[in-house]
Nanobody, 120 residues
Framework: QVQLVESGGGLVQSGGSLRLSCAASGSIFSINAMGWFRQAPGKEREFVGAIRWSGGRTYYEDSVKGRFTIARDNAKNTVYLQMNSLKLEDTAVYYC?????????????WGQGTQVTVSS
């Protein structure tokens, strides 16, 4: 089992920046990758980006490329989502998720979510 706790959400003006954190605990050794997802009101949850736990390779959804950066601190078992040049359409609840290498399912564990609101 992996437990995930997100923090860092809030209200920010358009063009501003925010950094989200996701602290993992439990069976850290089983993590293959950590992902960030978001869900805006009335919309389906969408993939934002991910990072390999080992090696640190990153992947991003097209709309956030060049604006968002995912990084990890393995010593702290924490993954970060640095969000720059925020737009109104980035408003959503952001979730981190852990993909368990021992499972055939994608992203087995999820955090509670943190609200990000971008205002004009």
């Amino acid at each position: 089992q992996v437990q995930l706790v997100e923090s860092g959400g809030g209200l920010v003006q358009s063009g501003g920046s925010l950094r989200l954190s996701c602290a993992a605990s439990g069976s850290i050794f089983s993590i293959n990758a950590m992902g960030w997802f978001r869900q805006a009101p009335g919309k389906e949850r969408e993939f934002v980006g991910a990072i390999r736990w080992s090696g640190g390779r990153t992947y991003y959804e097209d709309s956030v490329k060049g604006r968002f950066t995912i990084a990890r601190d393995n010593a702290k078992n924490t993954v970060y989502l640095q969000m720059n040049s925020l737009k109104l359409e980035d408003t959503a609840v952001y979730y981190c998720a852990a993909d368990d290498k021992t499972s055939t399912k994608l992203y087995d564990y999820w955090g509670q979510g943190t609200q990000v609101t971008v205002s004009s």
